[in-house]
């Protein structure tokens, strides 16, 4: 007759200590990836003497954005990446304007060029800068396409061949 | 066991009225508190989930979209615009350097520090302090190679995040908590009422029946409601009932039946028994005339006749107390003066020593106290010994009449039995001088005018029956 309200009182206290603990102190738990996306500058890509991609960051001191990448490669190689037997493929333009938005999971890279102006090489070039940027601020690039879009259409999703996925 | 247990209840809770209501209050109010708390518990633990899944994502967005427009390595400038773009109470550490420690950081566990720079994974952990519980928020910010592999910075990013609004909310969560367990308790109590009331109803009115019953009124009956236990002892109730009504109606007539037969045995025997006296009578003048062995034969017809006489006016008198026909005639006598007459009609003045005051009166009817005295003294004289005495006194609120003899007295349980009809005094001799219904028709006479008699033995020996009778007439007589 006294004993189980004791026995009851013990299950609500014990009720009471588990709720005011919700906010209680805790030992380190994992919340999940960490940000990303410092660099000390924008990977561009140049064809070497061979014809073959090469990546060349550009010592910006930052990593920037996709669209600022694609304007810089579309100036050219540097001095001393020309040096470097570096060169480009993408038409040199008076204008070096472009937009860059994302369409789903895939990267819309809009270029001042009609589609034939553009060698497949410029095209690489142009493609695996944008993937490059994205994969370095932390974006992963295994499903992830570029769209280049010209001033008279635009092109298949494109991935990048020397990129890891 | 038993008697432990109800010293422990309070007496108060004991009708079962109290029990019910207090069983399903306790049961419902612990119903509504444990449902109440189980909300609780999972409200406040989801609210807490949330709160933190929203502020490592909002970080970790914050800081991701922040990057790569941070320079690397990172100066002050780029450290302290970090900090900005977290808000709120944050530090941001590369190697040696800090962003700026306004405004003032709540001290960082070392577990937290190593964590974040073991893991490359942001971390949170929760920690009390003075001012409430904090959520540390730890973000390495990560540097990935064009190979896809991901390094540490050496930026690391902490957020100390104020839990106090969340704790707020969880408080709030208690309250109406227990809020809605006390609201529980006056509806539960109406509930418990009216329930109470539902099952208490039939019991009482079952009650209130066998008590109908239990003061004679053999016809009291409840209608059985329902199908449930409470329909089936009424049920069984009635059935009970039913049978003891049909048992004691088959009594009664039995024994109205036996009555009636016996005043209607008796009325014809009285005819006949007429004609037989007066015979007899006339057979007893010529007796001297006789043979000696006929004069044996015809005295002892003469007394057996007699004594049929005797016992059919009795039992004619017995009948007429069971039928409830008699009447008294009462009035106001002189108790000396009856006794004496008594005495002196049957002859019995000489061997009675009478111990009577003048002057004590009774409303008595005279014909009736006659036959009580004369039954008392006849038997006295029968069965007892002389001297037999009478005494009459006063001893309000009665006059008391003794008749005592000087016998061996009533033996064992006789004084109790002595009443009965056909009560024989010594069950050897199973012919006696009396009918056997004189004491009972003495007692049945003193009861009609509202007193009684005693049998019982005196101090010194010997049969003594006392009789009260009430010296003022009862007012309900006339």
Known sequence: MTRWPRHAVLVLLSLLVAGCGALGPTGVADGGDAPAGVATGAPLYFLDSAGALRASPRATGRLGDIRGAVELLMTGPSPIERDAGLRTEIPRQEVLRSVVYRRERDIVVILPFASRELPAKGADQVVCTALAVHLLSGGGVRDTHVILGFTDGESEPRSCPVLPG | MTARRRQLVPPGLRGLRPRLVLAFVTVTVLGAGIAAWASYVSASESLVAETQTRVTESTRRQLAAVAPDTAYPPDQAALDRLRAVVGGQALVTYGGSRSSSEPEVHPLTPEIRAAVRERNRLVVQRVASDTGPKLLVGAPVLMIGMDGARRPSGIEVYLVHDLAPTQRQIDALARSAALTSAAALPLAVLIALLAARGVLRPVRELRDTARRLAEGDLGARQRPRGVDELAELTATFNQTAEALERLVARHQRMEADARRFVADVSHELRTPLTT??????????????????????????????????????????????????????VEETDLRRAVLDCLEARGWRDEVDLDAPEGVTAPVDRRRLDVVVANLVGNALRHGAPPVVVRVRAEEPWVVVEVTDHGPGLPGDLAERVFERFTKADQARARSEGSGLGLAIARENARLHGGDIEAGNAPGGGARFVVRLPRRRAEEDQ
Do not use: W
């Not at chain 2, 062995?293 to 006016?313: G, H």
């Open chain 2, 276 to 329: 037989l006296t007066a015979v007899v009578e006339v057979l007893e003048s010529e007796v001297d005339r006789m043979p000696p062995d006929a004069r044996a034969s015809t005295a002892l017809a003469v007394e057996e006749t007699r004594k049929l006489t005797r016992l059919v006016e009795d039992l004619i008198e017995v009948s007429r107390f069971d039928a409830g026909v008699v009447r008294l005639r």
